[in-house]
């Protein structure tokens, strides 16, 4: 049987949360094509980038290891998850407790 493809674009809550060392981050696309999946700090400084590609419409799951763009540990906080496919974007919250 064919796998059903997702209908709606989605962040879906990561788990777990609060995370420490690491978190999976769940999405879902309902069209192909480029997606970013970014990590901020809550004052809005980008901390990675953990996705930059072209994907098909299904359902995903990246994992955060808590380490910045040169692998280096980030500070407890809260992170923001943003994901942007074509026109669409979604962001979630995320606590990070060292």
Known sequence: TDREKPQR?????????????????SFTLHAPGRVNLSLY???????????AEYRTNESYRVVWDGKDECGKAVSSGIYIAHLRAG???ASRRMALVR
């Open 41 to 51: 700090s809550i004052t809005g400084q980008k901390i990675r980038t953990l996705l």
């Open 9 to 25: 674009f989605a962040i879906l809550d990561n788990h777990p949360n609060p995370f420490n060392p690491s978190t999976t981050i």
């Open 87 to 89: 026109k669409h974007t």
